[in-house]
């Protein structure tokens, strides 16, 4: 199997940087583990799917080298583009569900609620 949707495979850093951005506060080790939960869901997906996340995973990782890793996720975060702008979709929509399934008084920002220790 590929290494491209492990944790510290390109998908794993393109997941890390995407979450980073839209939960600026959320803890450090919650983020580790939303980001290994995004991993294993990708790499749970149906073979025809698969082989696509790994081919985009690929492509991010060629393109994080070519230029600014941050500049390369920005882009994909923000853009419309088929294909390319559904990455950066999946990743929010699970992280953001495992977020507040996990921890369900997490605030906008990711930061922990007031019931919750930090």
């Given at each position: 199997?590929?290494?491209?949707?492990d944790v510290d495979g390109?998908?794993?850093?393109?997941?890390?940087?995407?979450?980073?951005?839209?939960?600026?506060?959320?803890?450090?080790?919650?983020?580790?583990?939303?980001?290994?939960?995004?991993?294993r869901r990708a790499a749970?997906?149906?073979?025809?799917?698969?082989?696509?996340?790994?081919?985009?995973?690929?492509?991010?990782?060629?393109?994080?080298?070519?230029?600014?890793?941050?500049?390369?996720?920005?882009?994909?975060?923000?853009?419309?583009?088929?294909?390319v702008g559904e990455l950066?979709?999946?990743?929010?929509?699970?992280?953001?569900?495992?977020?507040?399934?996990?921890?369900?008084?997490?605030?906008?920002?990711?930061?922990?609620?007031?019931?919750?220790?930090?």
């Amino acid at each position: 199997m590929s290494r491209a949707l492990d944790v510290d495979g390109p998908f794993g850093r393109f997941s890390r940087r995407v979450l980073s951005v839209e939960l600026p506060e959320l803890p450090d080790d919650r983020l580790d583990v939303t980001v290994g939960f995004v991993c294993r869901r990708a790499a749970q997906t149906p073979g025809p799917l698969r082989v696509g996340l790994i081919m985009l995973a690929q492509l991010v990782g060629l393109a994080e080298r070519a230029a600014d890793p941050d500049r390369v996720t920005e882009y994909l975060r923000v853009t419309a583009l088929p294909l390319v702008g559904e990455l950066a979709r999946m990743v929010r929509s699970l992280g953001f569900t495992y977020v507040w399934e996990t921890w369900p008084s997490t605030r906008p920002t990711g930061a922990p609620g007031t019931t919750e220790a930090a």
